[in-house]
């Protein structure tokens, strides 16, 4: 039973536009969201989180859309760049006995192209 | 940022032998650390998470004869996949954190690719 579920593998943007990536979540408990972006080799780094209270969070030119109601949430990059070419996880976090129980999606591996 | 190291990064094994990981944090005392696996094409999956000096908590469907978890120190931990088999392939990958509490923040390491022959 897939929790968060990145629907698309694979996303090919022109540099300078702007890349969605979408993220869909089945369990309502969930109360932070969060966005990881991983290089080859490397372990997947935290990107931007945003709160089940809020809506939409920016940092920079990354921005984070939470919609409760159709339990979607989507990442923006814009604009994008060649160095944002990585693999990007959606995750959500059921708390529970104290620990920070975070649950993936399977992750979009996004291409910016010049 | 947080460093955290994992060795191996890539093991190749027979059927029946036992394979160790390790997971260390660098730079900082990591209270809890986590480990996962990731089954290609699928996201990652927690599959234990573990305090210092304390035993680790499974999720449900881990064996925790299959997969042991040290978390000796705070910098340290490993998990050894015991007489593994070729299902047992796949992509481990660890993470820590400083807090034991929800919203401590975790750091990934960069994973070891399992592959049992």
């Known amino acids: 039973d897939q929790q968060v579920k990145q629907n698309s593998p694979s996303l090919s943007v022109q540099e300078g536009r702007i890349s969605i990536l979408n993220c869909d979540y089945t369990?309502?408990?969930?109360?932070?969201f969060l966005w990881y972006k991983k290089y080859p080799a490397e372990g997947p780094t935290f990107l931007i989180s945003?709160?089940?209270?809020?809506d939409k969070n920016e940092d920079g030119r990354f921005t984070v859309f939470l919609n409760k109601s159709a339990k979607h949430l989507s990442l923006h990059i814009v604009p994008s760049q060649p160095g944002d070419s990585a693999v990007y996880f959606c995750?959500?976090?059921?708390?529970?006995?104290?620990?920070?129980?975070?649950?993936f999606g399977a992750g979009t591996r996004l291409a910016v192209h010049p | 940022g947080a460093v955290v190291s994992q060795h191996p990064s890539r093991v190749i094994c027979k059927s029946g032998t036992s394979v160790k990981i390790e997971c260390r944090s660098l730079?900082?005392?990591?209270?809890?650390m986590f480990w996962y696996r990731q089954f290609p094409k699928q996201s990652l999956m927690l599959m234990a998470t573990?305090?210092?000096?304390?035993?680790?908590?499974?999720e449900q469907g881990v064996e925790k004869d299959k997969f042991l978890i040290n978390h000796a120190s705070l910098t340290l931990s490993t998990l050894t996949v015991t007489s593994a088999h070729p299902e047992d392939s796949s992509f481990y990958i660890c993470?820590?954190?400083?807090?034991?509490?929800?919203?401590?923040?975790?750091?990934f390491g960069p994973g070891t690719r399992l592959t049992v022959l």
């Open positions: 945003i709160s089940s209270i809020k």
């Open positions: 730079d900082f005392q990591a209270t809890t």
């Open positions: 369990n309502s408990m969930f109360d932070y």
């Open positions: 993470s820590a954190s400083e807090t034991s509490g929800v919203g401590g923040e975790q750091f």
């Open positions: 573990s305090n210092e000096g304390s035993k680790a908590t499974y």
């Open positions: 995750a959500a976090i059921r708390g529970s006995g104290g620990y920070n129980k975070l649950i």
